[in-house]
C-alpha cells in the first residue's frame, strides 16, 4: 500500500516498514477474508466476464481473487514487495488463472487511460497522504462506463469523536495518516467529475487483544492503544460502538463501500 510520489520519505519508510511486518499476519486475519464482506464490495461493483479490474493498494490480494471468477482478468498493484509474495502466494494457492500482479504506487499508477472497467481500493485510503491524487489516478485508468469502487472505514461526523479515534489509529499503526469521514469522499468524487456514489455499509467487528496482535504500535506502546481505547468506551467518544465485553474490549470499524459510474 503507498501514497502518491512526492509525499514524504518518512511516511513512505513507515509504510513499508508497517506492511512488511504485517504481511503474513494481515493475510491470515480473518476479518480481511470476510466472505460477506467481500462478496457485498463485488455486488456493489457489479462486474461481467468480459471485464478488466484493478485493485490498488492490493495488499495480500484478497480483493483480486474475489473479482477473479467473475471478470476476465483482475489486476492487483501493491507498494510493498512483502504484500506482493502474500498475494502470489493466495493465487497460486486458489490457482487463478487470470490475475497479475503490479509493484508500484498509486500516486502514479504505471497504466494507459482508460485501461480497466472497474479500479477498486479497499481499506487503504486512510494511509494515503494525498488522497485527492491517488483518486485521481483511479479516475484516470478507468475507463467511460467504468466503475470506480472505494472502500474504507470512515470516522464519526463529530470532529472530537473522529480525532480520539485517528489518535488511537495513529498510536496503533502509525502508517496511518486520517481516517476521513463519508462527506470527505462523496466530496472527492464530486471534485473529480464522478456522479454522486451509491452506498453501502457495513460494521468490522474486531475485539481489541487480537487486533493488537496484528498490529506493531509505535514505540511498542499497546498499553497506551489500550488505555485510549477503555478510556473512550464511556459515551463511545470514537463514534465506533465500543463496548467492554467481558474482560475485553470490542469495537467495529463502520464501514462504506462507495461505488460510481465514470461518465
Same mark, same amino acid.
Given at each position: 500500500?503507498?501514497?502518491?510520489?512526492?509525499?514524504?520519505?518518512?511516511?513512505?519508510?513507515?509504510?513499508?516498514?508497517?506492511?512488511?511486518?504485517?504481511?503474513?499476519? =494481515?493475510?491470515?486475519?480473518? %476479518?480481511?477474508?470476510? %466472505?460477506?464482506?467481500?462478496?457485498?464490495?463485488?455486488?456493489?461493483?457489479?462486474?461481467?466476464?468480459?471485464? &478488466?479490474?484493478?485493485?490498488?493498494?492490493?495488499?495480500?490480494?484478497?480483493?483480486?481473487?474475489?473479482?477473479?471468477?467473475?471478470?476476465?482478468?483482475? /489486476? !492487483?498493484?501493491?507498494?510493498?514487495?512483502?504484500?506482493?509474495?502474500?498475494?502470489? +502466494?493466495?493465487?497460486?494457492?486458489? #490457482?487463478?488463472?487470470?490475475?497479475?500482479?503490479?509493484?508500484?504506487?498509486?500516486?502514479?499508477?504505471?497504466?494507459?487511460?482508460? &485501461?480497466?472497467?472497474?479500479?477498486?481500493?479497499?481499506?487503504?485510503?486512510?494511509? =494515503?497522504?494525498?488522497?485527492?491524487? @491517488?483518486? %485521481?489516478?483511479?479516475?484516470?485508468?478507468? #475507463? /467511460?462506463?467504468?466503475?470506480?469502487?472505494?472502500?474504507?472505514?470512515?470516522?464519526?461526523? $463529530?470532529? !472530537?469523536?473522529?480525532?480520539?479515534?485517528?489518535?488511537?489509529?495513529?498510536?496503533? $499503526?502509525?502508517?496511518?495518516?486520517?481516517?476521513?469521514?463519508?462527506?470527505? =469522499?462523496? $466530496?472527492?468524487?464530486?471534485?473529480?467529475?464522478?456522479?454522486?456514489? &451509491?452506498?453501502?455499509?457495513?460494521?468490522?467487528?474486531?475485539?481489541?487483544?487480537?487486533?493488537?496482535?496484528?498490529?506493531?504500535? %509505535?514505540?511498542?506502546?499497546?498499553?497506551?492503544?489500550? +488505555?485510549?481505547?477503555?478510556? @473512550?468506551?464511556? !459515551?463511545?467518544?470514537? !463514534?465506533?460502538?465500543?463496548?467492554?465485553?467481558?474482560?475485553?474490549?470490542?469495537?467495529?470499524?463502520?464501514?462504506?463501500?462507495?461505488?460510481?459510474?465514470?461518465?
Amino acid at each position: 500500500m503507498q501514497d502518491s510520489p512526492d509525499r514524504s520519505g518518512n511516511h513512505q519508510a513507515l509504510i513499508e516498514d508497517q506492511f512488511t511486518q504485517q504481511a503474513e499476519l =494481515f493475510a491470515n486475519a480473518p %476479518a480481511l477474508h470476510n %466472505a460477506a464482506a467481500l462478496e457485498s464490495l463485488v455486488l456493489a461493483a457489479a462486474p461481467k466476464i468480459p471485464e &478488466t479490474c484493478l485493485d490498488v493498494a492490493c495488499g495480500p490480494g484478497t480483493v483480486v481473487a474475489a473479482f477473479s471468477s467473475h471478470v476476465q482478468h483482475a /489486476t !492487483g498493484l501493491d507498494a510493498t514487495h512483502a504484500m506482493l509474495v502474500q498475494a502470489r +502466494k493466495l493465487s497460486s494457492r486458489l #490457482r487463478l488463472p487470470n490475475v497479475s500482479w503490479y509493484l508500484g504506487n498509486v500516486g502514479a499508477l504505471p497504466f494507459a487511460n482508460g &485501461t480497466f472497467d472497474i479500479v477498486s481500493c479497499r481499506f487503504a485510503f486512510h494511509h =494515503f497522504e494525498r488522497p485527492e491524487k @491517488a483518486f %485521481a489516478e483511479m479516475v484516470r485508468v478507468c #475507463r /467511460t462506463g467504468g466503475r470506480i469502487v472505494v472502500c474504507d472505514a470512515v470516522a464519526s461526523d $463529530d470532529p !472530537g469523536k473522529a480525532k480520539a479515534f485517528n489518535d488511537m489509529e495513529r498510536l496503533r $499503526d502509525p502508517s496511518t495518516v486520517e481516517f476521513r469521514t463519508l462527506a470527505f =469522499f462523496t $466530496d472527492l468524487f464530486r471534485k473529480y467529475a464522478m456522479p454522486l456514489p &451509491t452506498s453501502s455499509f457495513y460494521q468490522m467487528p474486531v475485539e481489541m487483544e487480537a487486533l493488537l496482535k496484528t498490529s506493531f504500535p %509505535a514505540g511498542d506502546d499497546r498499553d497506551g492503544v489500550r +488505555k485510549l481505547l477503555g478510556d @473512550a468506551i464511556e !459515551g463511545d467518544c470514537m !463514534g465506533i460502538n465500543l463496548r467492554r465485553e467481558g474482560e475485553t474490549v470490542h469495537f467495529d470499524y463502520p464501514a462504506a463501500i462507495l461505488v460510481s459510474t465514470k461518465p
